[in-house]
């Protein structure tokens, strides 16, 4: 064509060749931006299931969790004659039972998160593109980190001054009997818990392990609160894309 002079015919027939083979390009690259979105928002689905269902345990976990802490203010509330519930009959005698998970039980447990944890594990957080679900689950992991704090500072209260009361003020082996019932503690010396009560170290170190444990909670109360927001704004987001 060029030698026949005819130049012009030439240009726009490769120009002509160029557009379409960048068109071509053009729609390969949208196809392949569009496979990869589709991918991107499969995965996301799954792992927003995924999260829905891991929280919806958490949840059930923290509210037995709470359940297990109110039982332990109660029994402090009760041994120590504090209870605000007028109506409630006090106790003639308290049972070794009730003494023992008053003084000795401490609930250190949490909730678990395993798919938030594998999410961030793995860098796949960014898959989900919803920033308020990013941002609640910010807030639910500095909500764990408080409660954390008590509980770590409630144990450790416990363990240099609870334990100590138990091993210097009572006869510790009636109350072993609530977990080995075959024992035979007749020879045992019975424990006076309302006389031991009357000392007011005893009372001071009960109070403060009730103190923390109205801490532990109200952080457990704010946890479980997020772990709600977080179920419920996942719920409408899965409901959203299908």
């Known amino acids: 064509m060029l030698s026949e002079g005819k130049t012009g015919r030439y240009l726009k027939y490769a120009i002509g060749e160029i557009i379409l083979v960048v068109i071509g390009i053009l729609i390969a690259l949208q196809i392949n931006n569009w496979n990869e979105n589709r991918k991107d928002t499969i995965e996301e689905q799954a792992i927003l299931e995924s999260l829905f269902l891991n929280l919806s345990l958490a949840k059930k976990q923290s509210e037995l969790l709470i359940s297990e802490e109110n039982t332990l203010k109660e029994r402090l509330t ?142 457990r109360h704010d946890l479980d609160l997020e772990i709600q927001n977080l179920i419920n704004l996942i719920a409408l987001e899965l409901e959203n894309e299908k």
Do not use: C
């Open 78 to 219: 009760q041994i120590l004659g504090i209870n605000s519930k007028q109506s409630e009959i006090p106790l003639k005698t308290i049972p070794d039972s009730i003494f023992k998970s008053a003084a000795w039980d401490l609930q250190s447990d949490q909730p678990t998160f395993n798919g938030y944890n594998n999410l961030k594990n793995t860098n796949k957080l960014s898959l989900i593109k919803n920033t308020k679900i990013i941002e609640k689950l910010t807030d639910l992991e500095f909500r764990l980190n408080k409660l954390n704090d008590i509980l770590e500072d409630r144990l450790s209260v416990h363990q240099i001054r609870i334990d100590d009361l138990l091993e210097n003020n009572i006869n510790f082996i009636p109350l072993v009997k609530t977990n080995i019932p075959t024992i035979n503690i007749e020879n045992e010396p019975k424990n006076n818990y309302y006389q031991i009560l009357e000392i007011q170290r005893v009372r001071n170190l009960l109070g403060m392990k009730l103190t923390f444990t109205q801490d532990v909670i109200d952080r």
